[in-house]
């Protein structure tokens, strides 16, 4: 008996043991299982972080894409109102005064002149000579003259302000001359040039609106 004792006993303790460490081993697994999900929630975490900094940077991307955009029409808009002013100044302060000038100037005296000093005669840069009250005079054909192409020594027929003879003009620019076409030319770039930032202005204010 006290050996079956003993054995049940040391039976019962070892059963009892095996179950406790058995127990240990679950509680163990089960802490290591919640450690695992913390851990795991971490890293679902540290994901969802980057998701939101991915699309932080897909909303910036997207933000400089869209100010490169805008920036291609407004920048024609400042340029076709830079030269639409610039040819509409051109034409209003520069080649109708010449034009009106050239056309002052058909009831002149008139003259047989010769070419003195070729060159630009558009800019004003040609200058002829003749006989005017017993006096040679040499004077500067205004802006917008004909016969640039012409060489020094050229006649030149010529029509001149009898009280005051520097004051001449070709009698062939005393029409209106290469001013007046130049004038309308200028005008009509100005006017185009004027569309186009309307146009631009319209695309960028569909743009603001979707």
Same mark, same amino acid.
């Given at each position: 008996?006290?050996?079956?004792? +003993? $054995?049940?006993?040391?039976? /019962?303790?070892? *059963?009892?043991? /095996?179950?406790?460490?058995?127990?240990?081993?679950?509680?163990?697994?089960?802490?290591?299982?919640?450690?695992?999900?913390?851990?795991?929630?971490?890293?679902?975490?540290?994901?969802? =972080?980057?998701?939101?900094?991915? $699309? =932080?940077?897909?909303?910036?991307?997207?933000?400089?894409?869209?100010?490169?955009?805008?920036?291609?029409?407004?920048?024609? %808009?400042?340029?076709?109102?830079? @030269?639409?002013?610039? !040819?509409?100044?051109?034409?209003a302060l520069?080649?109708?005064?010449?034009?009106?000038?050239?056309? /002052?100037?058909?009831?002149?005296?008139?003259?047989?002149?010769?070419?003195?000093?070729?060159?630009?005669?558009?800019?004003?840069?040609?200058?002829?000579? @003749?006989?005017?009250? =017993?006096? +040679?005079?040499?004077?500067? %054909?205004?802006?917008?003259s004909g016969? =640039?192409?012409?060489? $020094?020594?050229?006649?030149?027929?010529?029509?001149?302000?009898?009280?005051?003879?520097?004051?001449?003009?070709?009698?062939?620019? +005393?029409?209106?001359?290469?001013?007046?076409? !130049?004038?309308w030319l200028?005008?009509?770039?100005?006017?185009?040039? %004027?569309?186009?930032?309307?146009?631009?202005?319209? @695309?960028?204010?569909?743009?603001? *609106?979707?």
């Amino acid at each position: 008996m006290g050996l079956n004792g +003993t $054995v049940d006993g040391g039976g /019962s303790g070892a *059963r009892t043991g /095996s179950g406790a460490g058995a127990v240990g081993g679950r509680r163990s697994r089960n802490a290591g299982s919640a450690g695992n999900g913390s851990a795991g929630n971490g890293s679902g975490n540290a994901e969802s =972080g980057s998701g939101s900094a991915g $699309v =932080g940077g897909w909303g910036g991307r997207a933000g400089v894409h869209e100010t490169g955009q805008h920036l291609g029409p407004r920048a024609s %808009l400042l340029m076709s109102l830079a @030269f639409a002013l610039l !040819l509409g100044a051109l034409s209003a302060l520069v080649m109708s005064p010449a034009a009106q000038h050239l056309r /002052s100037l058909q009831d002149g005296e008139r003259a047989r002149a010769t070419l003195h000093t070729a060159g630009a005669c558009m800019t004003g840069q040609c200058k002829v000579t @003749f006989e005017a009250d =017993g006096q +040679t005079v040499v004077a500067d %054909l205004p802006v917008g003259s004909g016969g =640039g192409k012409s060489s $020094v020594g050229a006649a030149v027929d010529v029509r001149y302000q009898a009280d005051y003879p520097r004051v001449v003009a070709r009698t062939q620019d +005393t029409g209106g001359g290469g001013a007046a076409l !130049l004038a309308w030319l200028t005008a009509g770039a100005a006017v185009f040039f %004027l569309a186009l930032s309307g146009a631009a202005a319209i @695309f960028l204010a569909r743009q603001r *609106r979707t």
